[in-house]
C-alpha cells in the first residue's frame, strides 16, 4: 500500500476516500445480480437501508458526480480502501479485501491512456517485479470486429463469453457465443479474427493483423490507430519493450469500458490471473449525473498480488519499519539511551529501543524476529568511553564509532550498514 | 495520517490492520451500554451476528490475544482504521470516522510510557502544531488518594465522574460521586487533593502536592514515584519543558486503564478537547486470554484534530502530491514530454503531465486548483532550443536551465524551488 501511494502520488493522483458505507439504492444493480446478492446490507438506526460497497469504482462514480464541479477536470484520483463481498473465501478471495485504484477522469485524451500503463508499470517495478506483461486492448478494435462482422447488437454477451477465453478455451466460449442467438460461422469468424490477430509474433505484427480484422469500421479502425499510439507512447516514456503486449482476446467483463483496456500478469504466476486491470470509460457517473465524465483507471488486487507474492517468497516473513534496534544493556544510563534514540529520528532514522534492560539473548530474539538490519550497542564499557558498537545484523560485522556531536560518526556507520557497504573496521 | 504512519515508524511500531467486520459477541458488552446501543450489526450470509468495529483497542486485543504467541513481546503495533458509531453526528464527531492508534504491549517498563509522550509529541509537531500541552496523570496517583480516603470500592464511578471535570465543572462532579453513595465531605476532600494538586505551579510542585495527597498508600507513592520517572525520561529525550504538565485530574473515562494516561491539548484550540489520548493498562486482552498482556498506547483523533485544523486554517484548500507541472503546449514534441517526465519521475519527483494541448488559461486554472509550486515549461521554442523554463509558481519567478543529460540543470532549478530558494535568474 505504500508503494503503491508513492507510484501513484509520483504521477499527480491525489488521494480521495469514500465512506465503506452508502445508501443501499446507490450499490444495488450497479455490479450485476451475483453483486447485489452478496451485497453486506442492513438498516441504521433511522431505518434507512445501507450496505457495504463491494468495490471503489460506484462510490466513486456517485462522489464524482456531486462533487466534479467543485474539484475541476481532469481529475486524477487514487484510492486505497477495504471493500465487501458476501461470497464463498478462496486462495486471495476474501469476504473483506483491498483494492488500490487509481483514476483521471475527465479527459478522453490517450495521453491518459497511456500513463495508465506507465504508472501500472511503475507500481509492479517498485513492488519488485521484473517480469510481467501488460496486456493491451481496446473496445473499439472488438467492436469494430464485431461491426464488421454484423454483430454489433450482441457486443454484450460476446464480449462477457470472450472475457472467459483464457480460463474456459475457445470451444466454450464459441458455445456461449452461440447460446446468445449467434449464428456458429459468424461466432468463428469473430474469435478467428480475434486469436489469429492475438497470436501474431510482434505488436506491430498484431497491428497489421487488426487493420484486416476490422475491415471498414470506422471505430475499429480508430481503436487501432489509439492502440498504436499508446504503444508508442509507452515505449517513447521508456518502458522495456517486451513489457506491453497487444492482446486482442482481453476484452474485460465489465459493460462500462469503452476504449483502451488492461490486464496485467506475472511471468512467475501467470494461473493467478492479471494482478491489475481496467480500462477506459466514456461515462463513469452517467448514472449520478448529466454531466459527461469520460476517464481512465485501473486496480490493483492488492490480495491476489499477496497470494502471488507468497507463492514466490517475495514477502519477508518478519520485518519491522525501523532499521535500528537499540539494545538496552546499562539503566545507569537510561536517559542516555533515550537522548541517543531522539538524536537519530531527529536526522530521520527509525529508532528501536528495547524497553527493559533484560538479558540480552531475550533482546538478541526480539531483534532477530523482527528483523533489523543494524544494532547500535551502548554498554556500561561503551558509555565509559564515549563510543558506540554499530553491528551489521545480516552479514555479523560490528564497527566501533565515537559518539561524537550531532552523532555524526554514527549515522555514517549505519547508513554504510543500510547502503549494503561493509563497515569500515570489520571483526 | 501519512504523518502518523511515518512517526509512528520511526519508533519502530508495526502496521497491523484486523477486519471491519467482527462476530458481534466480540463487540458487545466491552465499551458500556452506549456503544453497545451505537453498533452497526447484521447477520451475514451464513446467519451469524456480525458488526462493524467502533474503535481499534477491541478488535486488537482479540487479534493479540490469539496472535501474541506467535508475534513474541514486547510488540508494537499502530492501526490505523475506520470505526463506526450509530450515534448523531456533530462537528468533528461522526458516524463513520478514522482512529490512529499505538500500542506496546507486553512491557510494564516505564520507557514505554515516556516513549508514548514522545511519540505524541513527535506527532503534533510533526503535524505543524507549536504549542500544545501534554497532561499526564496516573490511575494509581488517583487510587492512592482514594485508598487514603478508604473510598477505593467506589472507584469507577469517582473516576468517571473527575473525567467529565473540564466539561461540566466542580459541582456537577461532586454531585455525580455523592448520587454513587459517597458522603458529601468526603467527595469534597477527593475532589480537593486532585484540584489543589493541579492547581500547583510547576511539574514539581504538583508531585510534592500529589506526595502529601496520596498520604500512607503504597499505590499512590509508587504513582507518584512513577510520574516522576515519566517526566524526567521526556525531558531527558529533549521535549521542551512547557508540552508535558502534569494534571492530577485527568482521569480518562475507560475503566481499563490502570497507570500513566495521557491527555493533548492544542493551545489555540483547547474547546476542541483532547486530540490525542491513551493510557496504561494491566491487561489489554483479559477477556480473550489467560496470557497477561500489559501495555501503554494512544489514538490520535483524525476527525477532531481535523476540525481543529480548518479552524486554524492549517488545512490547505488544494493540495497535489506532485510537486512539479508539466504543461502540455506542442502535440509535435509529446513523446518529448513523456520521456522528461519519466526521466523526472526516476529521480524521484512527482510529476503531473497535463494530458491535453488545451488553451493556457485552462491548463494554468488547473495548476492553481491544485496548487503546484513548480511548473516546468516546454514550449515549441524550448525545445527547439534545448531548455525548459523553471517557473516558481507562488512566487512568479522564472528561471530558464538548459535540459542537459540526465536533466542535471532542470532538478537543481526544480530543488531549488522547493526548499524556497530564489532561483537564480528571476524575471
Same mark, same amino acid.
Given at each position: ?136 486492448? +481496446? ?7 464485431? #461491426?464488421? &462482422?454484423?454483430?454489433? $447488437?450482441? !457486443? *454484450?454477451?460476446?464480449? /462477457? %463469453? ?33 486469436? +489469429? ?7 506491430? #505484427?498484431? &497491428?497489421?493483423?487488426? $487493420?484486416? !480484422? *476490422?475491415?471498414?469500421? /470506422? %471505430? ?42 488492461? #490486464? ?164
Amino acid at each position: 500500500m505504500e508503494i503503491a501511494r508513492r507510484v501513484y502520488r509520483s504521477y499527480g493522483f491525489s488521494p480521495i476516500d469514500t465512506p465503506a458505507l452508502e445508501y443501499l439504492e446507490i450499490l444495488l444493480g450497479k455490479g450485476g445480480e451475483e453483486t447485489d446478492r452478496q451485497l453486506y446490507k442492513f438498516q441504521d438506526h433511522g431505518g434507512r437501508w445501507v450496505a457495504l460497497r463491494f468495490d471503489l469504482t460506484v462510490p466513486f462514480a456517485r462522489f464524482a458526480a456531486e462533487h466534479i464541479n467543485q474539484l475541476g477536470i481532469p481529475l486524477k484520483r487514487y484510492q486505497i480502501g477495504t471493500v465487501w463481498r458476501g461470497e464463498n473465501p478462496q486462495r486471495g478471495r476474501y469476504r473483506e479485501f483491498v483494492q488500490c485504484d487509481f483514476d483521471t477522469i475527465g479527459t478522453k485524451s490517450l495521453a491518459a491512456d497511456i500513463e495508465t500503463a506507465l504508472v501500472i508499470n511503475d507500481l509492479l517495478e517498485a513492488i519488485g517485479f521484473q517480469h510481467f506483461t501488460i496486456r493491451i486492448n +481496446s473496445r473499439l478494435v472488438l467492436s469494430g470486429i464485431l #461491426e464488421h &462482422l454484423g454483430l454489433e $447488437e450482441k !457486443a *454484450v454477451p460476446i464480449l /462477457r %463469453a470472450l472475457d472467459k477465453l483464457a480460463k474456459v478455451g475457445p470451444s466454450q466460449v464459441l458455445k456461449e457465443i452461440e447460446a446468445s442467438g449467434v449464428a456458429p460461422e459468424k461466432a468463428q469468424d469473430f474469435l478467428e479474427r480475434v486469436t +489469429s490477430a492475438s497470436s501474431q509474433g510482434s505488436n506491430h #505484427e498484431v &497491428l497489421q493483423a487488426l $487493420e484486416v !480484422a *476490422v475491415g471498414s469500421s /470506422r %471505430a475499429g479502425q480508430e481503436g487501432v490507430a489509439n492502440l498504436r499510439e499508446v504503444l508508442t507512447g509507452v515505449e517513447a516514456a521508456g518502458i522495456p519493450a517486451d513489457r506491453v503486449r497487444l492482446d486482442p482476446s482481453i476484452a474485460r467483463g465489465l459493460d462500462y469500458y469503452t476504449g483502451t483496456v488492461y #490486464e496485467t500478469f506475472l511471468s512467475a504466476a501467470p494461473e493467478i490471473g492479471s494482478v491489475c486491470s481496467g480500462g477506459r470509460y466514456d461515462n463513469l457517473a452517467a448514472l449520478y449525473t448529466d454531466q459527461e465524465l469520460p476517464g481512465v483507471g485501473a486496480s490493483l488486487g492488492l490480495d491476489r498480488l499477496l497470494a502471488a507474492m507468497e507463492k514466490l517468497g517475495m514477502v519477508p516473513s518478519a520485518v519491522t519499519p525501523a532499521s535500528v534496534f537499540v539494545p538496552y544493556f546499562d539503566p545507569e544510563h537510561f536517559h542516555d539511551y533515550l537522548r541517543i534514540c531522539s538524536g537519530l529520528r531527529a536526522y530521520g532514522l527509525n529508532v528501536d529501543f528495547y524497553p527493559e534492560p533484560k538479558k540480552l539473548s531475550h533482546q538478541l530474539r526480539y531483534a532477530d524476529r523482527r528483523g533489523f538490519p543494524v544494532a547500535v550497542i551502548l554498554g556500561s564499557e561503551e558509555f565509559r568511553s564515549g563510543v558506540a558498537k554499530v553491528k551489521d545484523l545480516r552479514k555479523g560485522l560490528e564497527t566501533t564509532v565515537p559518539l561524537d556531536a550531532e552523532y555524526h560518526k554514527l549515522r555514517e556507520a549505519i547508513e554504510a550498514i543500510l547502503c549494503g557497504e561493509t563497515p569500515p573496521a570489520a571483526e
